[in-house]
């Protein structure tokens, strides 16, 4: 028992049930040892363990007791439970409770509250082997670098409490100063900082200083050794003014701090080549602009001379003055006394703009009164001026006006005689074309009922001439069967694949890849073959080098059982079931046929 694997990992092969533990325990006490992939759950471990003891006590150790000794001399008990039975039973035809035949279902037999006695030899061995303490590991695996593959580990022994995995150097960006980190560089680019020069509200920046950036230092008359230390070739991170377009920002000890309503200005000072943004109040009235368009004259006094374009009328102009509760309402064009108005707005009264408007048509009067005189332009007549119409009048259209009469009586119309394909009365009519094309007999003229049994009408020269249906004298290109024999024949054909068809396909012929070497076959009116009717299947796999297949086979597997889904076909490589992506690419050809049977008595 020391040697079976009880782990909370359950490997390759899972933990193994209770009965194969059991098994294994009774091959390894009589001379074997555990498999090596028997593994049991911790949580497991007390029930396994048990079991394997019962098998020892009630199995094992029987058969290894001396020459004439006993397993045991029977208890002073009345009884012991040795183990449980669950037999089933059921009520026969008179009602009473009898035991079920074993054919339906077995007695279960249930040992798990059974007592059991281990001799006191295997406990003190349990006892002083089976527990065993362990020592600890002094070995530590060190993880001190990204991308390690996780291991479980192989080394039984535990590590001590206060063991550690150690930590990293840091390299790169961030470096360690005498137990400091310390940010040196930015995305490898160093950072170039210096606590004393560096000013309030400051950015750290990006900058690449070139060789003419050192030049122009130097010109400005500082020694060369000097600006070549301060300032090294190349790119770096240094703390710097805030830029708007390359333009510094002002600083507060500058220009200040800003107040609420400023506005950000760009200003110049002397003679200096370089301005600086900073914070300034807005201009006043003299330094307005003048607008145009919809609304001119300066930003301080303007005026709404137009909306969208289109002007609004001079309200300086006495009569055009707008009145209380007056609204501005766009005029279209009109004339006037004075001008020729194109559409502007006025101010005019709501009440101005409501006006009725008189209708003509089907429906005429004013808009506030209107009246149907007509229905689609025919004209709706009433019965007399005083009495137009009568309760329950329908409208009838009669000689082009609508008049309205009682509802016509529940007497059917007569029918007339029917024209075209079918002549004559409807009780005793003929068909005498299909489609427009005469339907002739074996005698001259149309409609004549001479035909012989088994007739089948055939179009001809655009006729459909009646036939016989076996025999000498049939001529052009058709299949033929035995006679007597049901019908036969082709019911879907074409190339297909999982993708698509070939053009032509016949009966909407298709193909579903539904696993590795798996495909199935429908076409419209497919029905699960009875002893009435029955399929046969032809199929090839269309050649195709860019796959390169090789011996590639194609076999009928079944019938689907459902209606519409059609057949199954498995198709094999080398003898193994081709991919289903690669066979999504297959291409098969194939043909349906179907033959009719005589139902089986």
């Known amino acids: 028992l020391e040697q079976v694997n009880i782990t909370h990992e359950p490997g390759g092969d ?38 394997a003891f019962r098998v020892w006590a009630t ?10 000794a006993s397993a045991g001399v029977p208890p002073t008990e009345e009884g012991v439970l040795l183990a449980e039975l669950g037999v089933p039973v059921v009520r026969d035809t008179g009602g009473a409770w009898v035991v079920a035949a074993r054919s339906s279902r077995e007695v279960e037999v249930r040992e798990e509250r059974r007592p059991y ?22 070995s530590v695996v060190a993880e001190i670098s990204f991308g390690q593959t996780p291991s479980p580990g192989t080394d039984e022994a535990y590590s001590r409490a206060d063991h550690t995995h150690g930590t990293p150097a840091l390299e790169g960006d961030v470096v360690d100063r005498l137990g400091r980190t310390v940010l040196e560089r930015i995305q490898d680019v160093p950072v170039e900082y210096d606590s004393e020069t560096a000013t309030d509200g400051q950015l750290l920046t990006y900058s690449v200083v070139t060789e003419e950036d050192l030049k122009r230092e130097i010109e400005k008359g500082e020694e060369r050794d000097e600006v070549r230390r301060r300032f090294e070739a190349g790119a770096r ?32 000072v002397g003679d200096a080549r370089e301005g600086v943004w900073q914070a300034s109040d807005v201009v006043g009235s003299s330094g307005t602009t003048s607008l145009s368009g919809d609304a001119t004259g300066p930003t301080d006094q303007t005026v709404v001379q137009a909306i969208q374009g289109t002007p609004i009328i001079d309200f300086a102009e006495e009569k055009f003055a707008p009145q209380p509760g007056q609204v501005l309402t766009f005029v279209g064009p009109r004339g006037d006394e004075e001008r020729d108005v194109a559409g502007q707005w006025v101010a005019a009264d709501p009440q101005a703009q409501a006006s009725t ?6 429906v005429t009067g004013q808009s506030d009164r209107t009246r149907v005189s007509q229905i689609q332009g025919a004209a709706i007549v009433p019965r007399s001026g005083t009495t137009p119409f009568a309760n329950g009048d329908v409208l009838t259209f009669r000689n082009g006006n609508w008049v309205p ?19 004559g009365p409807v009780g005793s009519n003929s068909l005498r074309g299909i489609k427009g094309f005469p339907v002739l007999s074996r005698q001259t003229g149309i409609g004549v009922a001479t035909y012989e049994e088994g007739d089948v009408l055939v179009f001809r020269d655009g006729q459909w001439v009646p036939e016989a249906k076996s025999g000498a004298g049939r001529s052009g290109e058709f299949v033929e069967r035995p006679a007597g024999l049901p019908p036969y024949s082709i019911v879907a054909a074409g190339i297909v694949s999982h993708n698509g068809g070939r053009f032509p396909v016949y009966n909407n012929l298709n193909l579903r890849v539904v696993g590795n070497g798996l495909v199935t076959v429908g076409f419209d009116g497919y029905k699960v073959p009875d002893d009435t009717f029955q399929y046969i299947v032809k199929a090839l796999p269309v050649f195709n080098p860019e796959l390169r297949l090789l011996d590639l086979v194609v076999e009928f597997d079944s019938f689907l ?15 193994q079931p081709v991919d289903g992506e690669r066979l999504q690419f297959v291409e098969l050809m194939i043909e ?9 008595e």
């Not at 703390?239 to 220009?255: C, M, N």
């Not at 349906?592 to 089986?600: A, G, Q």
Request: with cysteine.
């Open 357 to 362: 408007v008189t209708l003509g048509g089907d």
């Open 59 to 68: 199995e094992l150790r029987p058969k290894w007791v001396g020459v004439g």
């Open 14 to 51: 899972g933990f193994a049930s209770l009965k194969d533990f059991e098994a294994a325990v009774r091959d390894a006490l009589q001379g074997g040892v555990p498999p090596a992939s028997l593994r049991v759950d911790t949580g497991d471990a007390c029930e396994y363990l048990r079991a």
């Open 592 to 600: 349906v046929s179907r033959y009719e049977m005589t139902p089986k």
């Open 561 to 575: 059982s459902t209606d519409n889904l059609g057949f199954r076909l498995r198709v094999t490589s080398g003898g």
């Open 117 to 138: 006695l281990l001799h006191l030899r295997m406990v003190q061995e349990w006892i002083e082997c089976g527990r065993r303490v362990r020592s600890p590991s002094d």
């Open 405 to 423: 009469l009682p509802p016509p009586t529940s007497q059917p119309p007569a029918v007339p005689n029917l024209e075209g394909d079918v002549v």
């Open 237 to 268: 991170w240094r703390p710097a003014d805030l830029r708007l377009q390359g333009a510094r920002v002002a600083r507060e000890q500058d220009a200040g701090r800003p107040t609420a309503g400023q506005v950000l200005t760009y200003v110049t």
